[in-house]
């Protein structure tokens, strides 16, 4: 089953998450999902890309690839998150 293992709003780097993911063997997927409107009218709209892998036996491979990439490349700050299911029915949060 699907899960969903990184969200960010730095849609270039979920692209370049997803592509490392694929080259090292593992099936993932990136959706953008999340909407941040902001409370003045005039204000941007943030998109949230999530970055999902297909098969649960793949998490903590996909798991050290991400780490190694994001623990040796200053990045934006992102929020990654908790394992969930893609039947999971759970609104995204910020934080």
């Excluded at 997803?18 to 998109?47: M, N």
């Excluded at 998490?59 to 690839?65: K, Y």
């Excluded at 991400?66 to 990045?75: A, G, H, M, P, Y």
Aim: charged share 20%; glycine share 4%.
């Amino acid at each position: 089953m699907a899960c969903r293992i990184y969200f960010a709003s730095d849609q270039l780097l979920v692209s370049h998450l997803y592509t490392l993911l694929e080259k090292s063997g593992i099936r993932a997927l990136t959706q953008q999902a999340a909407v941040d409107v902001p409370q003045e009218e005039s204000g941007p709209v943030a998109w949230y890309s999530e970055l999902w892998i297909m098969q649960d036996g793949q998490l903590a491979n996909a798991q050290e690839v991400l780490r190694k990439v994001l623990d040796s490349e200053t990045v934006a700050p992102a929020v990654p998150v908790a394992r969930h299911r893609a039947a999971d029915s759970r609104p995204v949060t910020g934080a």
